[in-house]
């Protein structure tokens, strides 16, 4: 594993010491032991902060997955969607940017961080560099860190590089295999007209990646001496807390992935060379998901008592103490006819999507010495065009054992039980009133609810253009080696077109059964249960065919159309259109120059320098009044001056001491300044403005640090930083209110706050069906005050192959170690506890008045560790890493949950590990076989509302996965 995990050192690394470069391992590395050699040459030499990871061999990172390679680096911690490594915060902040071979790159969606690493097969990757101290030449617009994935440069290769990697993916929840095929080719030859060499390498890959969410909503209010059992005796003289929601949620995500990079030098003199560098990716990633929820559950939760209570406690917010309550654990949930007909329902969704992105990008330059004198010219371009299509559907169980009223569902009995950390429900077979199997799986039970159909496109790119000038006084001043000043511009656009159109249906005249569209229909996954050996789930149900609706959308769609028509409603799925309120357009135009002293005096190296930024932006975006959509043009500019010192030194030849100050600027993503916006079709979810007067947060970052390198590929190292960050982006919600029965506003305008969307479904929040009702509002805001987010990085690297004559085999042995802790404070823009989660809050305490929180930063772990056993010896490589992080408040929730559902803030995500481990052997000299898991012990996901260990909300159960396969060189 190419790691040296330690708070490392520079933006353009100085070239490694003259011996290892005569060996050719700076560039082409073989093996754990002589990649992590190469990574600390360079992060020793270098001047400014960074971390390096290089490849164990031609397009063999330690991990699979890009965001999983990271997770190795010092500071760096990962967040997963369905078990794949997807984001990553880099001393505690999302907000990080993401190069190829230093060229900025652009994403799938509207944000700033760069390429998403799922969409990058690491295969094509020879090295990855984090920059956490930048110098005045490295691109503004990170606060943790710079990404800069790099790939092998032709003429630095010394030996024709040629591999074949085979190999397949097993992932257990899905039974599934799926494969992945790399090659790479480099080779250089000098000719008459100078030196060329050229690298190719491309990739294939599937990987189907499962993981199983349970959610459970409990922030029902039920005050005491205010609910009865289903038999009707008396319930408890205290308030509790009663099931809201249960929803079932499978995530399976299907990606198809072809990557292609290659690289052209040419050097046609001994001062001048030429290259031009392509990257070009494609990416299928398909969702196949489903969602099994009871609904309506409030309605009857007076009626249902629960068995068993479990004591919550809310622990405190912001210096308040929250208290405790009693909230559901145990029981059932009986319809009672004579309070609601039709209440609790049980239905039946199927998520079918996909995101297919084609991303490119192309590097041209040139790099040219004469005297004292170096000019590198460059120029790039980079794009991401998306397209996301979507068909989904909603279908209601409709109970031939309950009556069926005007409404498109009715009773169905169920069954819970919370304890033991575990989110578990089903139908409640025992009832009466329950339902059969066959009745759940057949087709004349099941009626059409709802139906979304889109194909969004989001259109991003970036050009640019930079020429870096050097010049070495080294002989000619004294202290200053060189000067660098250096020009770039940039131009960055995001286009984004909402297409689609969807129907809620809430009447049974208006919802066919699925007798007439039957041919679709087909039985749900039943292995909710495999991940953790639960007996209580939802196991019997329908589904529309979702390789069906993916694979044949509009003969899918035809189908539906002629069953809507057959009822008596008649009602019909309009064609999909391009929505005017959710357009935009926003151009960026950046022009930076900056300069640059290196300099150098007996044992202290380093840089001062100090970048000019410009930025001016024009966002087309549309705005809405009295019904009618209006184009709207905005524009808007900003200018930063950004000092950076980096200061190293040399104490000893073995410890090494250094410093930074650096500062930087955070724009905002491009969503968040449109004046465009879109309507979701759940009563829950909020309408989101975008704020076009967003400022850019602005960073100052201090860092210090000593590594005692004390063997060779070996280093101890204590680190410390402090950033003090300025107008951090934080979103403000204007929440809905609730009357005396829990019902919102269905009238437009909302007076008691929010917004009125047309198109939401009620659902449980209004006795009048249909759709068109009050929803939250949010938008995103610059904190009006500074925050801080102060850090201590410790890092260890050994292993015993000094030690061969005395311990044998026993030498082979290694360990890779390192731990963070960060705090994060001030910051004035708070959260505020929803409808619900005040009624909650007031219940236990009464008169504690509106509950808030700061916000501070999502996905913020104070603590966290890597620690790496590995073995290298007789041709044989192994590899075990254990991975933890304290836990963290997120807005990745099960099941589609937002603000509303969680109490009005951010969920947390608990304190987890995880265990990755690889075996390799090397066969022959030419031939390498090797096995890799991840998540061996199948570590779960839990997430608690409001507080850590507080209400249980979610779970979630990924998927273990296991590689093998086999590599072949020329």
Request: glycine share 10%; charged share 20%; net charge negative.
């Amino acid at each position: 594993m190419a790691l040296a995990a330690m708070p490392a050192f520079a933006q353009d690394a100085a070239p490694p010491p003259a011996d290892a470069a005569d060996q050719g391992d700076a560039i082409i590395v073989t093996g754990i032991r002589s990649s992590l050699q190469s990574a600390l040459n360079e992060q020793r030499t270098a001047d400014s902060l960074i971390e390096v990871i290089q490849a164990e061999d031609i397009g063999k990172l330690p991990d699979q997955n890009l965001a999983e390679v990271l997770e190795n680096v010092t500071g760096v911690q990962i967040t997963r969607e369905a078990g794949v490594g997807t984001g990553v915060q880099i001393r505690g902040t999302n907000d990080n940017r993401t190069e190829i071979n230093g060229v900025g790159t652009v994403g799938s969606g509207s944000g700033r961080g760069g390429i998403s690493f799922e969409d990058v097969n690491a295969a094509i990757i020879a090295s990855v560099e984090v920059i956490k101290a930048p110098t005045a030449s490295t691109t503004e617009g990170s606060v943790g860190g710079t990404v800069n994935l790099r790939t092998i440069r032709p003429l630095d290769i010394r030996d024709r590089v040629a591999t074949v990697r085979v190999q397949a993916e097993y992932a257990e929840l899905s039974d599934s295999y799926s494969p992945r095929v790399a090659a790479s080719f480099g080779d250089n030859w000098s000719t008459g007209i100078g030196d060329i060499g050229i690298v190719l390498a491309a990739s294939y890959a599937e990987q189907e990646a499962t993981s199983f969410r349970p959610r459970v909503d409990r922030d029902n209010l039920v005050p005491a001496n205010g609910a009865v059992t289903a038999g009707g005796a008396p319930g408890p003289d205290f308030p509790f807390l009663g099931i809201q929601f249960l929803n079932q949620e499978l995530e399976n995500f299907e990606y198809e992935t072809i990557n292609f990079a290659g690289t052209l030098e040419w050097a046609p003199s001994g001062n001048l060379k030429l290259f031009f560098d392509t990257i070009i990716n494609d990416q299928e990633r398909r969702q196949d998901s489903s969602r099994i929820q009871a609904s309506g559950v409030s309605t009857v939760s007076r009626f249902n008592v629960p068995n068993a209570f479990e004591t919550v406690d809310f622990g405190s917010l912001d210096g308040v103490d929250l208290g405790s309550i009693e909230a559901s654990q145990v029981g059932t949930i009986q319809p009672n006819l004579a309070a609601d007909a039709d209440d609790p329902n049980l239905r039946f969704s199927s998520d079918t999507g996909a995101r297919l992105t084609d991303s490119k990008l192309f590097r041209l330059g040139t790099e040219w010495e004469r005297g004292n004198l170096t000019v590198r010219l460059e120029a790039s371009t980079t794009s991401s065009d998306t397209v996301s299509p979507n068909l989904s559907t909603t279908l209601n169980f409709i109970n031939p054992n309950t009556p069926v009223t005007n409404a498109n569902d009715n009773a169905v009995p169920f069954i819970y039980d919370l304890s033991g950390g575990s989110l578990a429900f089903g139908v409640d077979f025992d009832s009466p009133l329950a339902p059969s199997v066959a009745d759940l799986t057949n087709p004349a039970n099941v009626v059409l609810d709802a139906v979304t159909v889109g194909r969004d496109t989001t259109d991003n790119s970036e050009d640019a253009a930079r020429i870096d000038i050097s010049y070495d006084t080294y002989d000619q001043l004294p202290f200053i080696t060189s000067i660098d000043i250096g020009y770039r511009y940039n131009k960055r656009s995001s286009t984004f077109n909402e297409v689609g159109s969807s129907i809620g249906l809430s009447q049974m005249a208006d919802s066919p059964r699925g007798t007439l569209f039957s041919e679709l229909l087909v039985p749900g996954p039943t292995n909710f249960g495999d991940a953790d050996g639960r007996t209580l789930f939802f196991r019997d149900f329908l589904l529309i065919d979702p390789n069906r609706a993916f694979n044949d959308p509009d003969g899918t769609l035809d189908i539906l159309q002629n069953a809507l028509q057959q009822s008596p409603g008649m009602r019909s799925l309009s064609d999909p259109t391009s929505s005017d309120d959710a357009f935009f357009n926003i151009d960026e135009e950046t022009h930076a120059i900056y300069g640059q002293l290196n300099f150098e005096a007996g044992p202290i190296r380093g840089n001062i320098g100090l970048r000019y930024v410009d930025t001016s932006i024009d966002s087309l975006g549309n705005t809405t009044a009295g019904g009618v959509v209006s184009q709207v043009v905005t524009t808007g500019g900003y200018n930063e001056f950004l000092p950076r010192i980096n200061v190293i030194a040399e104490i000893t030849p073995e410890i090494i001491l250094r410093a930074a100050y650096t500062e930087d600027i955070n724009r905002p993503d491009f969503n968040d300044l449109s004046t465009s916006f879109t309507y979701p079709t759940g009563p829950n979810d909020p309408v989101e403005f975008g704020n076009p007067g967003l400022a850019p947060e602005t960073v100052q970052s201090y860092d210090a640090s000593v590594s005692w390198y004390f063997a060779p590929a070996a280093v101890f190292s204590v680190g410390a930083f402090h950033k003090k960050r300025t107008n951090l982006f934080v979103t403000q919600v204007d929440d809905v209110a609730l009357d005396g029965m829990g019902f919102r506003d269905i009238t437009n305008p909302c007076e008691g706050g929010g917004i009125f969307n047309p198109i939401a479904d009620r659902n449980v929040l209004s006795n009048v069906p249909g759709t068109g009702i009050c929803v939250p509002l949010q938008t995103t805001i610059n904190d009006t005050g500074s925050t801080t987010q102060t850090g201590i990085e410790v890092a260890f690297q050994y292993d015993l192959s000094s030690f061969e004559d005395a311990l044998g085999f026993a030498s082979g042995f290694g360990v890779i170690a390192n731990y963070t802790y960060q705090e994060f404070g001030g910051g004035e823009a708070t959260n505020s506890a929803s409808s619900r989660g005040q009624q909650i809050f007031e219940a236990i305490n009464p008169g504690v008045g509106t509950v808030t929180a700061v916000q501070g930063l999502l996905d913020f772990s104070p603590h966290a560790y890597n620690v790496t056993l590995f073995y290298e010896k007789y041709g044989l490589s192994a590899r075990a890493r254990y991975t933890w992080r304290d836990a963290f408040r997120t807005l990745d929730t099960a099941g589609g949950a937002t603000l509303n559902s969680t109490l009005g803030f951010p969920t947390v995500t608990e304190a987890r590990g995880q265990l990755n481990a690889s075996i390799n052997y090397d066969v022959t000299d030419f031939l390498n076989i090797g096995i890799e898991g991840v998540n061996l012990t199948k570590s779960e996901i839990t997430q608690s509302c409001v507080n850590e260990g507080g209400l249980l909300c979610f779970q979630g159960l990924p998927d273990r996965r296991i590689t093998f396969g086999a590599s072949v060189s020329f």
